[in-house]
């Protein structure tokens, strides 16, 4: 059974870094694109970041861009997901996601495995 499980989510003023983890379990996560996605209360699941297998190619939704930075562990199955300059507008829960894909999709829809979700709450 695949199991996907974050951490590393809590509680941060404006400007503060938070990095969360995203351990995958059950399987080998070969050929497998890893995401992160967040979803506000009231707003529907948006996409924040993918990266490839190989770590070769990621992608960032432009209010992230410059300012959050995913990574992976193959060896490990762990993806991390280093938050910066965090905003209040980032506050949120973040779930970790997963499909095997050549390349990075944005849909949630298109991803198979979520996490539970981990919440981000960020003040002014």
């Not at 992976?72 to 209040?88: F, G, H, I």
């Not at 996601?97 to 198979?112: E, G, H, K, N």
């Amino acid at each position: 059974q695949v199991q996907l499980g974050e951490s590393g989510g809590g509680l941060g003023q404006a400007g503060d870094s938070l990095r969360l983890s995203c351990a995958a379990s059950g399987r080998t996560f070969r050929g497998y694109v890893m995401a992160w996605f967040r979803q506000a209360p009231g707003k529907e699941r948006e996409f924040v970041t993918a990266i490839t297998w190989s770590g070769g190619k990621t992608y960032y939704t432009d209010s992230v861009k410059g300012r959050f930075t995913i990574s992976r562990d193959n060896a490990e199955n762990t993806v991390y997901l280093q938050m910066n300059s965090l905003k209040p507008e980032d506050t949120a829960v973040y779930y970790c996601a997963a499909v095997r894909m050549l390349r990075i999709t944005t849909s949630p829809r298109s991803y198979d495995y979520w996490g539970q979700g981990t919440q981000v709450t960020v003040s002014s």
